[in-house]
């Protein structure tokens, strides 16, 4: 019973967090205006809801900073005077190559020698059991902005999923009010449409087996060797088709753990050995046999793919928007209409492809915790807050300084000026917002209002993912496995070699080496021998421990 109440106790804290929110929006919230709750103090600094953080004496916090290659850090950039301008805070930067910041973070974390602030965090778990990072969620209450995000957009089930078997969470991830449109497939539209396929009139209601006509329309019409070459090895497409599937699939991009939760049972199901799965691989061998997908997609590396894209030779390849608008820059093909489809559904509906509304995130060390002190840390989140969590600090970061980088129209709508480029938008302006500026990175640039998220979109891309929210439903989001480490280890160690076999199987059956009819059994008995139903058992088994502080 006690640990039940516990469970249930813990199940609260979002819940509660978002009350106290709902109820204080900024230092008014203490007992005594412009104090601190606990001890009365007169606070240093101003915060709250709708209000730029500013600290009254100088301030400085460490934090690790991932330098990207297209954009490496300056001493000069604008980002840097424009935040201290504001809030009086500087930043003590730990800078670290991009390609590098993964292996120094756990280096620094796992040494005990962490900068305060670790943004560009996509995955925590690695770091939660060394005790060396803050469990965030009992701090969030102190972030008006933070909270009010999750408040008004809803963001609770969103945020479950970074719970761990404790009941908290350890970073504070990006939060977008609406889900992007995410990868999809680019087509040639001016050759679909020559060979007879109505795109606009079908893209809202096709399915895979209609996307599969269109291509055989247009193989027949240009009589091409193969309609479709991809890159990514093949892994993006997978992956969004396999979640019309109701299966799972693309190695690093969405294969997973093989699970699908079943929102009617309340249970999960290994869902790549079922019948779903076997129709899944099914039709992408069909794509193979037809002459329709090159089998290359699967082994070629992305430069071949695309060349093949640009040359004319071939009319469907795999993108994000940012990806198509550098395409249609280098496409060889006279005449050729570049355009991202609404992804086709499937025998499971018509799905939207991004569920989650979370960015990789923020983990706070424990030594910014233990240097500072409850108060002085407090004020540290409250300036975490403004900057990554308020509309005002999401924007700065995003577009940089009104009237210097960009403009406002009387309804609040943002343009860039005319000598500055990000994003596709004006291509051929000589200066980067970015690269000259230090403004929409990575570090800093992530999460906020729809409105907010459409303004750094070109037309075209608004178009797109407008097409996404009205033509596709959203997603289910399934509970995490909040195992502990050793569940967690335990299930590992089953996971790696049962996907990896999974993985390799699936481009086997795809390409015709492993015959779907003759070798089906064998390869489900195999994947009940690597562990499958003990995998699934563990799952459920934790999930019954903690399905209460889910809210199941």
């Given at each position: 019973?006690?640990?039940?109440?516990?469970?249930?106790?813990?199940?609260?804290?979002?819940?509660?967090?978002?009350?106290?929110?709902?109820?204080?929006?900024?230092?008014?919230?203490?007992?005594?205006?412009?104090s601190?709750?606990?001890?009365?103090?007169?606070?240093?600094?101003?915060?709250?809801e709708?209000?730029?953080?500013?600290?009254?004496?100088?301030?400085?916090?460490?934090m690790?900073?991932s330098?990207?290659?297209?954009?490496?850090?300056?001493?000069?950039?604008?980002?840097?005077?424009?935040?201290?301008?504001?809030?009086?805070?500087?930043?003590?930067?730990?800078?670290?190559?991009?390609?590098?910041?993964?292996?120094?973070?756990?280096?620094?974390?796992?040494?005990?020698?962490a900068?305060?602030?670790?943004?560009?965090?996509?995955?925590?778990?690695?770091?939660?059991?060394?005790?060396?990072?803050?469990?965030?969620?009992?701090?969030?209450?102190?972030?008006?902005?933070?909270?009010?995000?999750?408040?008004?957009?809803?963001?609770?089930?969103?945020?479950?999923?970074?719970?761990?078997?404790?009941g908290?969470?350890?970073?504070?991830?990006?939060?977008?009010?609406?889900?992007?449109?995410?990868?999809?497939?680019?087509?040639?539209?001016?050759i679909?449409?020559?060979?007879?396929?109505?795109?606009?009139?079908?893209?809202?209601?096709?399915?895979?087996?209609?996307?599969?006509?269109?291509?055989?329309?247009?193989?027949?019409?240009?009589?091409?060797?193969?309609?479709?070459?991809?890159?990514?090895?093949?892994?993006?497409?997978?992956?969004?088709?396999?979640?019309?599937?109701?299966?799972?699939?693309?190695?690093?991009?969405?294969?997973?753990?093989?699970?699908?939760?079943?929102?009617?049972?309340?249970?999960?199901?290994?869902?790549?050995?079922?019948?779903?799965f076997?129709?899944?691989v099914?039709?992408?061998?069909?794509?193979?046999?037809?002459?329709?997908?090159?089998?290359?997609?699967?082994?070629?590396d992305?430069?071949?793919?695309?060349?093949?894209?640009?040359?004319?030779?071939?009319?469907?390849?795999n993108?994000?928007y940012?990806?198509?608008?550098?395409?249609?820059t280098?496409?060889?093909?006279?005449?050729?209409?570049?355009?991202?489809?609404?992804?086709?559904?499937?025998?499971?509906?018509?799905?939207?492809?991004?569920?989650?509304?979370?960015?990789?995130?923020?983990?706070?060390?424990?030594?910014?915790?233990?240097?500072?002190?409850?108060?002085?840390?407090?004020e540290?989140?409250?300036?975490?807050?403004w900057?990554?969590?308020?509309?005002?600090g999401?924007?700065?970061?995003?577009?940089?300084?009104?009237?210097?980088?960009?403009?406002?129209d009387?309804?609040?709508?943002?343009a860039?000026?005319?000598?500055?480029?990000?994003?596709?938008?004006?291509?051929?302006?000589?200066k980067?917002?970015?690269?000259?500026?230090?403004?929409?990175?990575?570090?800093?640039?992530?999460?906020?209002?729809?409105?907010?998220?459409?303004?750094?979109?070109?037309?075209?891309?608004?178009?797109?993912?407008?097409?996404?929210?009205?033509?596709?439903?959203?997603?289910?989001?399934?509970?995490?496995?909040?195992?502990?480490?050793?569940e967690?280890?335990?299930?590992?160690?089953?996971?790696?070699?049962l996907?990896?076999?999974?993985?390799?199987?699936?481009?086997?059956?795809?390409?015709g080496?492993?015959?779907?009819?003759?070798?089906?059994?064998?390869?489900?008995?195999?994947?009940?021998?690597?562990?499958?139903?003990?995998?699934?058992?563990m799952?459920?088994?934790?999930?019954?421990?903690t399905?209460?502080m889910?809210?199941?």
């Amino acid at each position: 019973m006690k640990k039940t109440k516990k469970a249930l106790g813990i199940a609260m804290a979002l819940t509660i967090a978002v009350a106290t929110a709902a109820c204080s929006d900024d230092q008014s919230a203490s007992p005594t205006p412009g104090s601190n709750a606990d001890t009365g103090q007169a606070l240093n600094y101003t915060f709250g809801e709708g209000k730029t953080f500013h600290a009254n004496e100088p301030v400085s916090y460490s934090m690790m900073y991932s330098d990207h290659e297209n954009y490496p850090n300056k001493k000069d950039w604008r980002l840097w005077s424009s935040i201290q301008e504001k809030t009086n805070v500087t930043f003590d930067l730990n800078i670290t190559a991009r390609t590098e910041y993964e292996n120094k973070k756990s280096l620094l974390v796992n040494s005990g020698d962490a900068p305060f602030i670790i943004p560009k965090t996509y995955d925590e778990s690695p770091f939660v059991a060394g005790g060396q990072i803050v469990p965030i969620s009992d701090w969030v209450q102190y972030m008006p902005n933070y909270m009010k995000a999750v408040k008004d957009w809803g963001m609770d089930k969103d945020l479950r999923a970074k719970l761990k078997s404790d009941g908290k969470y350890y970073v504070l991830p990006g939060m977008w009010e609406v889900a992007g449109g995410g990868y999809s497939y680019v087509i040639r539209k001016d050759i679909f449409e020559k060979a007879g396929v109505d795109v606009k009139g079908l893209e809202g209601k096709w399915t895979y087996e209609d996307f599969y006509e269109a291509l055989k329309k247009v193989k027949a019409f240009t009589g091409a060797k193969y309609v479709w070459s991809d890159e990514f090895n093949g892994k993006s497409a997978l992956n969004i088709a396999a979640i019309q599937y109701g299966v799972t699939g693309g190695d690093g991009w969405g294969l997973s753990n093989g699970t699908r939760f079943n929102e009617q049972t309340k249970q999960f199901e290994f869902a790549d050995a079922t019948n779903d799965f076997k129709d899944y691989v099914t039709y992408f061998n069909k794509l193979v046999k037809d002459g329709i997908l090159d089998p290359e997609s699967f082994t070629q590396d992305d430069k071949t793919a695309q060349a093949k894209f640009f040359k004319g030779d071939t009319y469907v390849i795999n993108a994000n928007y940012q990806l198509m608008s550098d395409f249609k820059t280098k496409m060889q093909a006279p005449g050729a209409d570049l355009y991202m489809i609404v992804q086709p559904g499937g025998p499971k509906g018509m799905l939207q492809i991004e569920t989650s509304r979370l960015e990789n995130g923020i983990m706070i060390s424990k030594n910014a915790l233990d240097k500072l002190g409850k108060d002085k840390f407090i004020e540290m989140l409250r300036f975490v807050d403004w900057l990554w969590y308020s509309d005002e600090g999401q924007t700065l970061s995003l577009w940089g300084v009104e009237g210097e980088t960009y403009t406002k129209d009387a309804s609040g709508n943002i343009a860039l000026k005319p000598d500055v480029t990000y994003n596709g938008i004006n291509p051929t302006a000589p200066k980067k917002l970015n690269v000259d500026f230090g403004f929409g990175g990575g570090v800093f640039a992530y999460g906020g209002s729809a409105k907010l998220k459409m303004s750094k979109m070109t037309d075209g891309e608004k178009d797109y993912n407008n097409r996404i929210l009205t033509l596709r439903k959203a997603r289910t989001l399934a509970p995490p496995i909040m195992g502990t480490p050793d569940e967690s280890e335990q299930m590992n160690l089953i996971s790696k070699p049962l996907m990896d076999y999974v993985n390799t199987m699936t481009l086997k059956f795809i390409t015709g080496q492993a015959n779907i009819a003759t070798d089906w059994n064998t390869y489900t008995a195999q994947v009940e021998s690597l562990g499958a139903s003990r995998y699934v058992k563990m799952a459920n088994d934790i999930f019954g421990k903690t399905k209460g502080m889910l809210g199941y």
